[in-house]
């Protein structure tokens, strides 16, 4: 990849590229350290407080076929971005997928964002859509009130049995 300085553009040669329909990367960046958080803050999401590295993620936002994105902020296993036609999605690098977030204005609306959908990039660059099932686990009984109090009750019995001896 070319270098490039913080906050704008890179253009992504076409060897680099896995896509070689369009061998450009247009990236932009919300300029602003305060903004870029503020922004990620009224979506519902997190971002570190410092200029983000990005360049290790773009080969790989590169490969689902966006040709310009507009950086938020990176996360913390990723990258929050928009695209150029302001739907919002979040690069997570672990699982190497993409989190699909909804319309920039809808998730702003609603203050926070849903993962319901997960792409995932195939070897052939086939991209693959998952739906997101965690939200269907039951959760599990933390609360102590969950539990009958049977042992509490005997003690009680135990005082009265006590009382009446004496």
Known sequence: ???????????????DCKIPKNPFL???MIA???DRK????????????RNPVYKPYLEDI???????VILIGECYNGMLFLDCYGRLFEWGNMMAVLWPLGDYWSVMSKGSSTR????????DGTITEFEDT???????ATKTTDVHPVAKKK?????KNSKKKH
């Open 1 to 15: 990849m070319s270098h490039v300085s913080m906050g704008e553009k890179n253009d992504v040669t076409q060897k």
């Open 26 to 28: 247009e990236v932009e």
């Open 32 to 34: 602003n350290k305060l």
């Open 38 to 49: 503020h922004a990620a803050e009224s979506l519902g999401h997190y971002v570190k407080n």
């Open 62 to 68: 590169k490969a689902y076929g966006f040709d310009h």
């Open 116 to 123: 319901s959908v997960i792409w995932g990039l195939e070897y």
């Open 134 to 140: 965690t939200d269907d686990l039951p959760e599990p």
């Open 155 to 159: 003690k009680n019995s135990k005082k």
